[in-house]
C-alpha cells in the first residue's frame, strides 16, 4: 500500500527560529500533498495543497509568508514554518493523493516552539 | 467550511457492532464521503469511502442514505484498538478541478472490555 513518510516526528524550537518539515511518498509519485495542523482535542484543518512543480494553494487565514511550502520532486513536499513563535507550536500533518490509494496521511510532526 | 455534522463521543461493547452517525445535509452530487480515524498523536487512517452505493471492505462498512444527506460508518465486530477517533470528510471540489477533505470534528469512540 502507499506509505508517507513524515521527518521529524517531533522537533522543538527557539522562537524566531524557523522550522523544516519534510514529507516523502515512499512508494508511489503525488502529484499533490496537502499539509493539515492539528490543535490539541481538535480536528484537522487543511492549511495547503502543495502541486508538484507549481505554487502552492494556501486556505483563507493562513500566511503563505510564514509556512512556506516547496514540492519539487513527485516524491518530496516540505513544509517551512519561519520565524515561528509559540502559537505556532501544533501538529502537523501531512497528507498525499496516489491514484489507487486515495489519500494517505503521514504519522505528523509535534513542533514546539519555546 | 466544515460539511459533516459528527457526535463528539460514543462507546460501545467489545465484540459488537459500532454503528457511527454522519450528518452531511449539504453534500453536492459529486462530493464522495469518506471516513478516517486517528489514534492518539498518530496520523489519520483511511477506512473507507463511497458516493452513493453503500461500501464494505475488512474494515468497515458504509451505508449511505438515498438522499446522500447522511451516513453510516459501521464496524462489525468492534475491538479495543477500534478505540480511535473517527471523521466523517466530504471530498470538496475546487475551482480548478481539484479536490481538497475537509474533516469535521469527529466522533470519539470508546471501546468498553
Known amino acids: 500500500g502507499a506509505v508517507v513518510s513524515q521527518h521529524p516526528s517531533w522537533v522543538i524550537c527557539k522562537s524566531g527560529t524557523s522550522v523544516k518539515i519534510e514529507c516523502r511518498s515512499l512508494?508511489?509519485?503525488?502529484?499533490?500533498m496537502f499539509w493539515y495542523r492539528q490543535f490539541p482535542k481538535q480536528s484537522l484543518m487543511l492549511m495547503a495543497t502543495?502541486?508538484?512543480?507549481?505554487?502552492?494553494?494556501?486556505e483563507q487565514g493562513v500566511e503563505k509568508d510564514k509556512f512556506l511550502i516547496n514540492h519539487a520532486s513527485l516524491t518530496l513536499s516540505t513544509l517551512t514554518v519561519t520565524s515561528a513563535h509559540p502559537e505556532d507550536s501544533s501538529f502537523y500533518i501531512c497528507?498525499?493523493?496516489?491514484?489507487?490509494?486515495?489519500?494517505?496521511f503521514g504519522s505528523g510532526t509535534r513542533l514546539t516552539v519555546v | 467550511d466544515a460539511k459533516t455534522t459528527q457526535p463528539t463521543s460514543m462507546d460501545c461493547a467489545e465484540g459488537r457492532a459500532a454503528n457511527l452517525p454522519c450528518n452531511h445535509s449539504?453534500?453536492?452530487?459529486?462530493?464522495?464521503v469518506y471516513w478516517y480515524r486517528q489514534i492518539h498523536s498518530q496520523g489519520p487512517q483511511y477506512i473507507i469511502h463511497?458516493?452513493?452505493n453503500n461500501e464494505t471492505n475488512e474494515m468497515a462498512s458504509l451505508i449511505i442514505t438515498e438522499d446522500r444527506k447522511s451516513s453510516t460508518l459501521i464496524l462489525p465486530h468492534a475491538t479495543l484498538r477500534d478505540t480511535a477517533v473517527y471523521y466523517c470528510?466530504?471530498?470538496?471540489?475546487?475551482?480548478?478541478?481539484?479536490?481538497?477533505?475537509?474533516f469535521g470534528s469527529g466522533t470519539r469512540l470508546l471501546v468498553r472490555p
Open positions: 512508494d508511489f509519485q503525488a502529484t499533490t
Open positions: 502543495s502541486n508538484e512543480g507549481s505554487k502552492a494553494t494556501y
Open positions: 497528507s498525499a493523493q496516489s491514484t489507487g490509494y486515495g489519500y494517505t
Open positions: 449539504t453534500i453536492s452530487g459529486n462530493e464522495y
Open positions: 463511497g458516493l452513493k
Open positions: 470528510i466530504v471530498r470538496v471540489a475546487r475551482m480548478d478541478s481539484s479536490y481538497k477533505l475537509i
